[in-house]
Structure formats: structure tokens, C-alpha cells
């Protein structure tokens, strides 16, 4: 069966350096989402993407966050300057073109900032 | 706008015993809600979806869900409770249709006692 997948599935890092977190959405899926966990609390919404730009995003991500396809398998998220707040679960996700809005989520890199 | 909350962050059930989640939202349009679960250490996995068909919506494992709109809810249920469903169950809504955003409750750890 078709899985999103994510890689690494952990990942400890210093605050202020920046990292990009990997995913390979399902293939023939068109929309592709980002989500984080923050330990104890809602998994929340961050970004989706469509058509190779952003369709919507939330108030979390600013400036210190992008959003990438480079090369049409990959989804990426990058965070420029990482801080002890964004330590957290981060689940990509992505659904097919027709569809009622239900999204196939990967099993989530777990984003440590010390 | 949209919200969903979850009654109980933590329910512990007796193996065989009827397992009830209970989950209500709030949407500005047609709803589309969904119930994922999370096992340890793994993915949100999607459980069942509601698509404004039949009220009553059968998913994977024994689990269905029946919407109400008078009440706002859309409550889980097992009539069974087994030992490998211990995990954790998000309720989400969207305005549906592909593309759109998911919008999660608190979730719900299910605790199966022998």
C-alpha cells in the first residue's frame, strides 16, 4: 500500500542552525501538507502546497519557515534559524486531487532543538 | 472558521468493554469529519471519514461514528475493546473537498486494561 514517507525520524539540533526536514508524498497525490506536533498539545496545521507554491499557510509559519518540491518527489520543509519552540513532531502529509479533504500522513520526524 | 473538541484526553477501558470517544465540532460550513489514530511511535492513520452521506459511518478495525448534526458531534465507538486498540484517537474536521486543511481536537488516549 502507497505511505507517505519522512526521513530522519528523528533529528537533535542546535538552536539557531537551520534544518530541512524530507518527505516523499504519495505519487500520484497533488496536495501536500506539513503539521506539527508540539509535546502534549493539538497537532496543528502549518502549510499546504499545490501546483508547486503554497495554497495556505497559518500564522505559525513565518519567515523562518519554507517550503519546497525540488524535484518532483521530494517535499521538503525548512526551518532558517531553528529555536527551542520549534521543538516538536512533524507529520507530512498529502491527499489526492478529488477527494473530501482526508489527508495520508507520515509517521513523523521528531524536530529537537537544544 | 472550525474547532473540534475532544471530551477526555485519557479513557481506560476493560478488554471486551464498549470503547465511546467523544468529539464535537464547530464549522462555519458543511462539515467534513474525520477520526485518525496514532499507535505508538507511528503515523496518524486514517480511521474513518464522514462525507455528509450516511450519518452513520463504518471504518477500519470495528470502529464507527455516527454524526449528529443537532449536537454537534460526532462521537467514536468499538462495541468491543481490544488490547491492540490502545493508542491515541484525533478527531479533525474540514470543509472538504481536496486541498483543504485539517483542523484537529486534543485527542484521546485509550488505555485497554485486561
Known amino acids: 500500500e502507497p505511505e507517505v514517507t519522512q526521513t530522519p525520524s528523528h533529528q537533535v539540533t542546535q538552536m539557531g542552525q537551520e534544518v530541512i526536514l524530507r518527505c516523499v508524498p504519495i505519487s500520484n497525490h497533488l496536495y501536500f501538507y506539513w503539521y506539527r506536533q508540539i509535546l502534549g498539545q493539538k497537532v496543528e496545521f502549518l502549510v499546504s502546497f499545490y501546483n508547486n507554491e503554497i495554497s495556505e499557510k497559518s500564522e505559525i509559519f513565518d519567515d523562518q519557515f519554507s517550503v519546497e518540491r525540488p524535484d518532483g518527489s521530494n517535499f521538503t520543509l525548512k526551518i532558517r534559524s531553528t529555536k527551542l519552540e520549534d521543538s516538536a513532531m512533524y507529520f507530512c502529509?498529502?491527499?489526492?486531487?478529488?477527494?473530501?479533504?482526508?489527508?495520508?500522513f507520515g509517521q513523523g520526524t521528531r524536530l529537537t532543538v537544544v | 472558521a472550525q474547532s473540534v473538541t475532544q471530551l477526555g484526553s485519557h479513557v481506560s477501558v476493560s478488554e471486551g468493554a464498549l470503547v465511546l470517544l467523544r468529539c464535537n465540532y464547530s464549522s462555519s460550513v458543511p462539515p467534513y469529519l474525520f477520526w485518525y489514530v496514532q499507535y505508538p511511535n507511528q503515523g496518524l492513520q486514517l480511521l474513518l471519514k464522514?462525507?455528509?452521506?450516511?450519518?452513520l459511518v463504518k471504518g477500519i478495525n470495528g470502529f464507527e461514528a455516527e454524526f449528529k448534526k443537532s449536537e454537534t458531534s460526532f462521537h467514536l465507538t468499538k462495541p468491543s475493546a481490544h488490547m491492540s486498540d490502545a493508542a491515541e484517537y484525533f478527531c479533525?474536521?474540514?470543509?472538504?473537498?481536496?486541498?483543504?486543511?485539517?483542523?484537529f481536537g486534543g485527542g484521546t488516549r485509550v488505555l485497554v486494561k485486561p
Open positions: 502529509a498529502s491527499s489526492p486531487t478529488l477527494g473530501w479533504g482526508e489527508a495520508f
Open positions: 464522514y462525507t455528509s452521506a450516511a450519518t
Open positions: 479533525a474536521v474540514s470543509a472538504g473537498a481536496a486541498g483543504n486543511k485539517l483542523t
